[in-house]
């Protein structure tokens, strides 16, 4: 192996008692009690939720709700459904991306009838093949919620909160937050340790939140969950710790070993909970609740992970569905790092087998 990040460390690995033990997976109900107990998994609800406002755009009716996680500012999320529908439909929580842009969530991926900052019609040019994606999902026929999540959008920190070592100016308000914001990280990351928890932990106690939420809605029926990148990575963590009928992981998905070690720099703390590393890989948290439906959609070319890592999580993923090979699918494109149209497209008909057989 050439060392990169490491340097003249690039032999620790070797040297390390948790990449041995990650050599051979454990079995997945292990996996699943630890990653409950790593991440602090109970019932969670939401607190005080609010209508803030409704309307109608290219044939879907949206609300923008708001509620309370029981600390900080109030999320906002906006759920989206075909106008007109009448009976309960599939439901499916789609997740922003992290993408080190931390100023806006859910627009990253969901249209209202507020205008479309540049920055982000940039981001779904690269990331999405230009589309709202959790718009073209609703109108496939699903209720879908987006909500902001924890340090994102509604739930963002203050620049003001941010120490001066790390705040960032210019003429470029959302860039310069966006720049404060990826160092922000790392110290988010100290308080929850402080704090007895981790940012893994946090982010995905909102997700199981607003994942109750829509599944105590009356116009609901199956619930499952989609996400790119850091959006993969939450639902992901979302599939190890609820009951969700079915999962779609975009863009975030390799061993461990494979990361090493060129690959560790622009990913998020959601990545390494901590604890999990020492004792499982994170091909072993997504699998966890095999045979629960699972789709890993991965890009050859993608700068965030060796294709070697994502082969090799592939075939880890396969072996723990071994005894239902039918519930797991690993799909392959060509390209950079994105959740494009082709893909949008195989995720969406794979999610509405899952969800009709499910129900």
Request: charged share 25%; hydrophobic share 40%.
């Amino acid at each position: 192996m050439t060392a990169l990040h490491l340097g003249p460390y690039g032999d620790w690995p070797d040297r390390s008692p948790a990449v041995a033990r990650r050599a051979t997976p454990p079995p997945a109900e292990r996996t699943r009690e630890r990653v409950r107990d790593l991440l602090a998994v109970e019932p969670v609800e939401p607190v005080d939720v609010a209508v803030e406002r409704r309307w109608r755009l290219d044939g879907i009716a949206g609300e923008e709700l708001s509620w309370s996680v029981g600390f900080g500012p109030r999320t906002r999320a906006w759920l989206l459904r075909p106008a007109g529908a009448t009976g309960p439909l599939p439901g499916v929580v789609a997740r922003h991306s992290h993408d080190g842009r931390k100023y806006f969530g859910k627009e990253k991926i969901a249209d209202s009838p507020d205008p479309l900052p540049p920055v982000l019609a940039e981001l779904r040019a690269s990331h999405y093949g230009g589309e709202a994606y959790a718009n073209r999902l609703c109108r496939r026929g699903f209720a879908v919620l987006v909500p902001d999540v924890f340090c994102w959008g509604s739930r963002r920190f203050p620049s003001a909160a941010m120490p001066e070592s790390i705040r960032r100016s210019g003429p470029d308000e959302i860039a310069a937050y966006d720049a404060a914001a990826r160092d922000h990280e790392h110290l988010v990351e100290k308080y929850c340790r402080l704090l007895g928890t981790t940012f893994a932990a946090v982010v995905n106690r909102e997700d199981r939140i607003a994942l109750a939420y829509l599944r105590s809605r009356e116009d609901v029926t199956e619930v499952g969950c989609v996400g790119l990148s850091g959006g993969g990575c939450r639902a992901a963590l979302l599939q190890a710790t609820s009951d969700v009928a079915a999962a779609v992981v975009v863009g975030m998905m390799s061993t461990y070993d494979g990361l090493l070690d060129r690959h560790v720099a622009l990913h998020t703390w959601m990545f390494f909970p901590a604890g999990l590393p020492a004792e499982a890989d994170w091909p072993d948290l997504a699998a966890c609740r095999a045979p629960s439906p699972l789709l890993v959609q991965y890009n050859r070319h993608d700068a965030l992970f060796d294709l070697a890592g994502q082969e090799a999580a592939d075939r880890r993923i396969a072996e723990h569905y071994r005894a239902a090979p039918e519930n797991y699918s690993g799909r392959f494109y060509d390209g950079p790092h994105k959740f494009d149209r082709q893909m949008q497209d195989e995720a969406f008909d794979w999610l509405e087998r899952r969800l009709a057989t499910a129900g």
